[in-house]
């Protein structure tokens, strides 16, 4: 049984580096004893009796600011860069702060497996997958929806209780160094790296600058660990060359090249309503062996996820067959990830609208034409309506790319909705694939999300699909919740 872990006030500032400042006149007699844990929130609206509230800086907030509305909600102390209203442990850098005790969490855990995850896209649905096949096998903590940040992988660390037995650690890059600090704070024994796409390339240059940041988690890993590497990604597959730990090769359809584990999927065939199912095929020391797996999420690109989830599993010790039944009762996790609602009037609204890059673009408008397609059989003169907008961070190629979005939105015979800065690309593009499109799609430029709601309220019919996609700051998942409530307007205050 798991064991809910709490510390000493004094003990929390030896473990991050800090000094303990109390409120004047409010230390008590037993100085730093006071319990503080078991939960460490970075929101104040998040804070249970017992919590660290760390407040962080922020562009737009403080969260010193927020000491008393913590305080108010049951947090006893605070990591923080100033005194506060709160027994608080002072250090220079909060967030750095953070780290040292997500990492302090990390080591001091006996019999913890930490399982890094990195890659341009598909990091949190193969996380998803992932959690759940471990979940299975034993107590296992794994991020709610991205926390892939410097501050969201410790946040998750904190988390580990004496007896959980994996940590599994979504890792995402804005630079080179990143990933190796992340892993610095959560050092794993097993690290998945699934693509190196286009996601960023604003920040990085090019996909070798990329390959780069996520091959840091390789390099991370000792040499009894195992590095998990698509096998379909040339530059993935490159990193064998950066590590000492054994390699596991995943890939979808074909086998992989020799490695000491290789694991793929064969017979790779629909499910029904946007599934698939598959042959799970695993090959090492102990021989060839296969098994079944349905899968309940959407889209053929969740074959991908899948197996290198069941390739992390197996890397630490979980059998075949268990990984096979835990994949295919997995199911969704994460909001706004090809979230499918079916109105009412059989409308179907596909919500993807968490992030976007131009893979993962690809992958959504592959995924809505097959449910369109399977819709017809229903329901004739059903139509694929795209509720596009920006991809952001793609720097010189961010024109080109939304271009090659509208003409592949138009080649897939979708209606085309598209809003943001590049909503003029997006249609110029869905222009120029015109001609080969089926039908008579046209695209539409809007300005804002009221505008989306408003133009499809009413012209939709049964057997239609919608998908609605951006990057997250676009908030496009009000649309998608707006249409899969019929039209209504997003209540106030609604979470984005």
């Not at 660390?157 to 890059?173: F, K, N, P, W």
Request: aromatic share 2%.
């Amino acid at each position: 049984m798991a064991v809910v872990r709490r510390r000493s006030v004094d003990e929390l500032a030896e473990q991050v580096g800090g000094r303990v400042v109390w409120p004047e006149g409010r230390e008590p007699a037993d100085g730093g004893r006071l319990s503080v844990g078991p939960d460490v929130v970075t929101d104040s609206r998040r804070a249970t009796p017992g919590a660290l509230f760390v407040a962080l800086p922020g562009e737009h907030a403080d969260g010193h600011d927020y000491v008393l509305a913590a305080a108010a909600a049951g947090a006893v102390a605070v990591l923080g860069s100033r005194p506060t209203e709160l027994p608080t442990v002072v250090v220079d850098d909060v967030a750095a702060g953070l780290g040292r005790l997500g990492r302090a969490v990390v080591l001091g855990t006996p019999g913890l497996t930490v399982v890094g995850i990195t890659g341009s896209s598909g990091k949190t649905s193969t996380k998803d997958l992932l959690a759940q096949v471990l979940e299975d096998a034993g107590p296992c903590v794994s991020p709610p929806n991205s926390l892939n940040t410097e501050v969201g992988v410790p946040l998750t660390a904190t988390r580990v209780e004496d007896g959980t037995r994996y940590l599994v650690s979504e890792m995402g890059a804005r630079g080179i160094g990143h990933i190796r600090y992340l892993c610095q704070l959560t050092p794993p024994h097993v690290g998945v790296v699934l693509n190196v796409g286009t996601a960023h390339l604003g920040e990085f240059g090019d996909r070798d600058a990329v390959a780069t940041a996520k091959g840091e988690l390789v390099e991370s890993l000792p040499a009894s660990g195992w590095a998990v590497l698509n096998a379909d990604d040339h530059r993935v597959l490159g990193m064998r060359e950066r590590t000492s730990a054994q390699i596991s090769l995943f890939a979808v359809d074909a086998r992989p090249p020799a490695a000491d584990r290789q694991v793929w999927a064969e017979q790779v065939a629909p499910a029904g309503a946007g599934r698939y199912r598959f042959l799970l095929r695993c090959a090492d020391e102990l021989g060839e062996r296969s098994a079944p797996v349905t899968l309940a999420g959407l889209g053929r690109h969740q074959v991908a996820n899948a197996v290198a989830a069941a390739a992390a599993a197996l890397a630490v010790g979980v059998g075949l067959a268990e990984v096979a039944a835990s994949l295919s009762a997995a199911g969704p996790r994460s909001h706004w990830r090809m979230e499918l609602t079916e109105r009412p009037d059989g409308v179907l609204v596909l919500n993807d609208a968490y992030n976007a890059n131009p893979d993962s673009m690809r992958a959504a408008l592959a995924a809505a034409t097959e449910l369109v397609t399977e819709s017809r059989t229903r329901h004739p003169g059903a139509r694929l309506v795209a509720v596009l907008g920006d991809m952001l961070e793609l720097g010189e190629v961010a024109q080109q790319e939304h271009r090659a979005l509208g003409a592949l939105a138009a080649a897939a015979g979708a209606e085309l909705v598209a809003i943001g800065a590049h909503a003029d690309d997006l249609a110029a593009g869905f222009a120029e694939g015109a001609d080969s499109a089926p039908g008579d799609a046209a695209a539409t430029v809007l300005g804002t999300r009221d505008e989306v709601v408003a133009l499809l309220t009413g012209r939709l019919s049964p057997g239609d699909v919608v998908l609605v996609k951006a990057s997250r700051a676009c908030e496009l998942q009000t649309v998608a919740s707006a249409l899969a409530r019929g039209g209504s307007t997003p209540p106030t205050g609604e979470s984005t």
